[in-house]
């Protein structure tokens, strides 16, 4: 059981509560409670969650968390009051986190937060950690700006609630909690954050900048290198993307992760910028997605000017196959799918040899396309990919992300995960008739 004694410096607060006593209005405490009351009490879900924060939990580690917590150093000033914090206590040795939290539209607040550093660092606490429906690629890229930006040493992490949820749904899919009673638990929590009262919902919309940038490109303008509509776009963009990981983890029972360039990792900033230039320069959006075991990376491009979502992955061709025609029957056999509509191969060449495309259905029925104009050259990879033209519905905030979300699992489901890459085969061992017959061609030859 988690330790119900308050740290020495706090005044006031509560052990996070399973079931909260609190009024119906209260949406926001109670489905916070609930969730850090479940972080302590079930060992392998606290330790995924502390986990991408930098804190393993081994077998001593006593973890408690409280609610409404007020410290000595506010006592008779009026002003925010934190809605959590978490104490992990190994030994001697303490880690503590600041939990603030919002659920439904609510939004963070970059100055609340910057008060609750301020704090943190008054009284001994470790981190910040931050929960809302605002999307993150990663606990330690903060989806607020200012935020990231700020020169305060103690650092903020954020959980968006579907990562708890999702955190909550793969332990429970795996099977990675040993106790029955823990197990329950999980389910519990899993099904009341499911529900529509915990306030815990997806990226469902683009803003309405979305819109207005479509209108833009649609009319022949060019994005401005400055354009804040573009920025509030590549913002949401991340939300969306993020989202997306976080819908495959659940429907595949793994982690699936945006593959992000190494320089993109540690500076979210920096992402931002380049694709910004991406976007101005190309009027697209893209990302890389990473699910475990699969053939290649998922990519997703959104095509502003042909108002199109395109859905990929791109595969080495074999290379003990000799000919293009091989090549793309090893390929084809893969694809099991007899709904091809939209379905696309795009065909790498050797050199600067231009890649062709045919869809998938025209290459079933002759085959022989492929060598069309490449006679003397041998393919070396395939793209395959799902173009899905949507017009007006491209344009609108909510179809978007609608469509978005059904056309990347879909693909997945029907084509990508069907795909294995190509390997080389290991090599043999030759027969001893085979090294005579090799030595009797050596003589001959001499």
Same mark, same amino acid.
């Given at each position: 059981?988690?330790?119900?004694?308050? &740290?020495?410096?706090?005044?006031?607060? $509560?052990?996070?509560?399973?079931?909260?006593?609190?009024?119906?209005?209260?949406?926001?405490?109670?489905? %916070?409670?609930?969730?850090? *009351?479940?972080? *302590?009490?079930?060992?392998?879900?606290?330790?995924?969650?502390?986990?991408?924060?930098?804190?393993?939990?081994?077998?001593?580690?006593?973890?408690?968390? =409280?609610?409404?917590?007020?410290?000595?150093?506010?006592?008779?000033? *009026?002003?925010?009051?934190?809605?959590?914090?978490?104490?992990?206590?190994?030994?001697?040795?303490?880690?503590?986190?600041?939990?603030?939290?919002?659920?439904?539209?609510? $939004?963070?607040?970059?100055?609340?937060?910057?008060? =609750?550093?301020?704090?943190?660092?008054?009284?001994?606490?470790?981190?910040?950690?931050?929960?809302? #429906?605002?999307?993150?690629?990663?606990?330690? /890229?903060?989806?607020?700006?200012?935020?990231?930006?700020?020169?305060?040493?103690?650092?903020? =992490?954020?959980?968006?609630?579907?990562?708890?949820? @999702?955190? +909550?749904?793969?332990?429970? #899919?795996?099977?990675?909690?040993? $106790?029955?009673?823990?197990?329950?638990?999980?389910?519990?929590?899993?099904?009341?954050?499911?529900?529509?009262?915990? !306030?815990?919902?997806?990226?469902?919309?683009?803003?309405?900048?979305?819109?207005?940038?479509?209108?833009?490109?649609?009319?022949?303008?060019?994005?401005?290198?400055?354009?804040?509509?573009?920025?509030?776009?590549? =913002?949401?963009?991340?939300?969306?993307?993020?989202?997306?990981?976080?819908?495959?983890?659940?429907?595949?029972?793994?982690?699936?992760?945006?593959?992000?360039?190494?320089?993109?990792?540690?500076?979210?900033?920096?992402?931002?910028?380049?694709?910004?230039?991406?976007?101005?320069?190309?009027?697209?959006?893209?990302?890389?997605?990473?699910?475990?075991? +699969?053939?290649?990376?998922?990519?997703? %491009?959104?095509?502003?000017?042909?108002?199109?979502?395109?859905?990929?992955?791109?595969?080495?061709?074999?290379?003990?196959?000799?000919?293009?025609?091989?090549?793309?029957?090893?390929?084809?056999?893969?694809?099991?799918?007899? $709904? @091809?509509?939209?379905?696309?191969?795009?065909?790498?060449? &050797?050199? /600067?040899?231009?890649?062709?495309?045919?869809?998938?259905?025209?290459?079933?029925?002759?085959?022989?396309?492929?060598?069309?104009?490449?006679?003397?050259?041998?393919?070396?990879?395939?793209?395959?990919?799902?173009?899905?033209?949507?017009?007006?519905?491209? %344009?609108?905030?909510? #179809?978007?992300?609608?469509?978005?979300?059904?056309?990347?699992?879909?693909?997945? !489901?029907?084509?990508?995960?069907?795909?294995?890459?190509?390997?080389? &085969?290991? &090599?043999?061992?030759?027969?001893?008739?085979?090294?005579?017959?090799?030595?009797?061609? !050596?003589?001959?030859?001499?």
């Amino acid at each position: 059981m988690p330790n119900t004694d308050l &740290p020495e410096n706090v005044v006031q607060g $509560d052990q996070a509560r399973l079931f909260p006593v609190l009024a119906t209005t209260s949406k926001e405490g109670r489905t %916070t409670a609930i969730v850090l *009351s479940c972080l *302590s009490l079930v060992r392998e879900f606290g330790a995924t969650l502390l986990g991408g924060v930098g804190q393993k939990l081994g077998t001593r580690a006593k973890v408690s968390t =409280y609610t409404e917590v007020v410290f000595k150093s506010q006592t008779g000033k *009026s002003g925010d009051r934190p809605d959590g914090l978490i104490v992990v206590k190994v030994g001697s040795r303490e880690w503590k986190a600041l939990v603030e939290a919002k659920v439904g539209n609510s $939004d963070l607040d970059a100055d609340q937060i910057e008060r =609750y550093r301020t704090l943190a660092k008054e009284n001994g606490i470790d981190c910040v950690i931050t929960i809302s #429906n605002q999307f993150a690629t990663s606990p330690d /890229a903060h989806p607020i700006e200012d935020v990231r930006k700020s020169r305060s040493k103690i650092p903020v =992490y954020h959980w968006s609630w579907m990562h708890v949820l @999702t955190t +909550a749904d793969l332990l429970l #899919n795996t099977e990675g909690i040993d $106790d029955d009673d823990q197990t329950f638990l999980l389910h519990e929590l899993h099904r009341f954050l499911s529900h529509e009262s915990a !306030g815990v919902k997806g990226f469902d919309k683009m803003p309405k900048a979305w819109t207005e940038l479509n209108r833009l490109v649609s009319s022949g303008g060019v994005i401005p290198a400055r354009s804040p509509e573009a920025k509030e776009v590549i =913002y949401a963009w991340h939300q969306e993307t993020r989202d997306l990981t976080l819908i495959l983890s659940r429907m595949t029972e793994t982690i699936v992760l945006e593959k992000l360039p190494r320089k993109h990792q540690s500076d979210p900033a920096l992402r931002q910028k380049d694709e910004l230039t991406d976007l101005k320069d190309n009027c697209r959006l893209s990302v890389s997605l990473n699910v475990p075991d +699969a053939a290649a990376n998922v990519d997703v %491009t959104a095509d502003l000017m042909r108002r199109t979502v395109e859905v990929g992955m791109s595969l080495r061709a074999p290379d003990d196959k000799k000919t293009t025609k091989a090549r793309v029957n090893w390929l084809l056999r893969q694809i099991k799918t007899e $709904d @091809t509509t939209d379905l696309h191969v795009r065909l790498l060449w &050797p050199g /600067a040899s231009e890649p062709t495309q045919h869809l998938v259905s025209d290459l079933r029925e002759n085959v022989e396309l492929c060598n069309e104009g490449k006679e003397h050259l041998v393919a070396h990879g395939f793209h395959v990919f799902h173009s899905k033209r949507l017009g007006g519905r491209f %344009t609108q905030q909510g #179809n978007f992300i609608a469509d978005l979300e059904a056309i990347v699992p879909d693909f997945y !489901g029907t084509v990508g995960s069907e795909l294995k890459a190509w390997q080389r &085969p290991a &090599p043999r061992i030759k027969h001893s008739d085979d090294l005579q017959e090799t030595g009797s061609a !050596g003589e001959a030859a001499e």
